[in-house]
C-alpha cells in the first residue's frame, strides 16, 4: 500500500528592498537540511519558466511603465503560475517551500505603494492562489534608507538592472515598510518581524528562533 506523504510547510520571508532575504534563506534552507528537512527556495515574481517570464516585464525599465491595476494582476499570474508549477507540487512531495516574497509583497507594493484598493488585491489573490496561504511569514524588517543602500551597492556589484522598483522614491518605500508592518499586526498567527539590523548571524539565530517555535522539533 501507498504510504501517504506528509504535506511540507509553506514559509514566506518578506520585506523591503536590501532587508536580506535571499541570503537568510539560504541560511534557513541549509540548517532545516542539517534537521533532517528537505526544503527548497524559490522567489517571487518568479520560480516557474512562466512566472520568470512575467518577471522581466516588471523588474526593469521605467518607474510607471505600468498602470497599478495592470501591474497587480501581472504579479497574481506570476504567482499562480508559481503556485501551481512549483509551490503546490513540492509541498505535495512532502518538501518545504521556502519563498522569497510572495502575496505580502503585492499587498505592500502595489497596495500601500502604488494605492491600488485592499478588495483587489484580497479578489485577486481568492481567484488565483489555489487556497494556498503560508504557514509561516517571516517580515524582516529595516529601515527604508538602510535598505536601500545595501540594494544599489549590490546591483552594482552584479551589474543588475533589476532596480525598477528600487528607483521609486523614498516616500514610497516608507509606505511599503509601513504597509508590512501593518500586514503583520493584522496576522499575527501567521507572522512575525524580525528586526533585520545587525550581522547575518545575528539575524540567521533571529530566523531560527522564530521558525523552530513556530514548528515545534515534533514537525522538524
Ligand atoms: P526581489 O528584488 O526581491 O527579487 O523582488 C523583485 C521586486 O519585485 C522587488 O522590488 C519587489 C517587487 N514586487 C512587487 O512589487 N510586488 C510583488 O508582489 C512581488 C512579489 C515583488
Excluded at 22 to 39: D, H, K, W, Y
Amino acid at each position: 500500500m501507498k504510504t501517504k506523504v506528509k504535506r511540507g510547510k509553506f514559509i514566506t520571508i518578506e520585506g523591503g528592498e536590501g532587508s536580506g532575504k535571499s541570503t537568510q534563506i539560504s541560511i534557513l534552507v541549509n540548517r532545516l537540511q542539517e534537521e533532517g528537512v528537505s526544503a527548497v527556495k524559490t522567489r517571487e515574481p518568479g520560480g516557474a519558466p512562466t512566472s520568470d517570464a512575467i518577471r522581466s516585464l516588471l523588474v526593469s525599465g521605467e518607474i510607471s511603465f505600468w498602470e497599478p491595476i495592470s501591474e497587480t494582476m501581472l504579479h497574481f499570474a506570476a504567482r499562480h503560475e508559481h503556485i501551481i508549477k512549483t509551490i503546490n507540487p513540492s509541498l505535495d512531495k512532502g518538501l518545504w517551500v521556502i519563498s522569497d516574497r510572495f502575496s505580502d509583497s503585492t499587498m505592500a507594493y502595489q497596495g500601500y505603494g502604488q494605492g491600488v484598493s485592499k478588495s483587489i488585491i484580497d479578489s485577486l489573490y481568492t481567484i488565483t492562489a489555489d487556497n494556498i496561504e503560508p504557514d509561516l511569514t517571516l517580515i524582516l524588517d529595516l529601515e527604508p534608507e538602510v535598505g536601500l543602500k545595501r540594494a544599489v551597492d549590490r546591483n552594482v556589484s552584479l551589474s543588475s538592472n533589476e532596480d525598477r522598483y528600487e528607483r521609486m522614491d523614498i516616500e514610497f518605500h516608507r509606505k511599503l515598510r509601513k504597509g508590512f508592518l501593518d500586514i503583520a499586526k493584522n496576522n499575527p498567527t501567521r507572522c512575525r518581524v524580525i528586526k533585520a539590523q545587525g550581522s547575518l548571524d545575528d539575524v540567521s539565530v533571529r530566523v531560527w528562533k522564530e521558525v523552530s517555535q513556530k514548528f515545534l522539533i515534533k514537525d522538524i
